[in-house]
């Protein structure tokens, strides 16, 4: 339990890390943001017969949960990364882990809430997401292992 702080510590870096990434991917590519995570907050909220009160009112509190939804996913993978990490893994292994499960706490509620669905995704979609997922893979092993030492 006493590894949570540093983890804490490190998956916000690296959600930060995956959020640099992904608008140098919208400026590079002129692509617009992604709705999923405002999407994911309407159905979360819906599910949980919670108002996020009128239409202008609700679009600002989707507009700040979708992402806070991210950093709650990314801070919560590096959590679960390190109760369940053996040891002081090599640094390739702490990334690839962190990423899959970085993308699997991120995907899995989208796919719950049917925000999305992986399975009708394109290759080129997977990278979009994979790319800034490792990032944050790399970055939070990083951190978390700077923070170990």
Do not use: C, F
Request: glycine share 6%; charged share 15%.
């Amino acid at each position: 339990m006493r590894q949570l702080p540093s983890a804490a510590l490190a998956g916000a870096a690296g959600s930060t890390a995956l959020n640099i990434v992904t608008y140098l991917d919208m400026t590079l590519r002129a692509r617009p943001a992604s709705q999923t995570p405002e999407r994911t907050a309407d159905r979360l909220a819906s599910t949980l017969h919670v108002d996020l009160g009128d239409e202008q009112t609700a679009a600002n509190r989707r507009a700040g949960i979708g992402p806070l939804l991210g950093y709650a996913a990314g801070i919560g993978a590096a959590a679960l990364y390190a109760l369940a990490a053996p040891g002081r893994p090599r640094w390739t292994t702490a990334t690839a882990a962190l990423t899959v499960t970085a993308m699997i706490a991120a995907s899995t509620p989208m796919t719950m809430l049917k925000v999305t669905d992986p399975r009708t995704w394109s290759a080129a979609d997977w990278m979009a997401d994979l790319i800034p997922h490792l990032a944050y893979g790399a970055v939070t092993a990083t951190t978390y292992r700077a923070l170990r030492s």
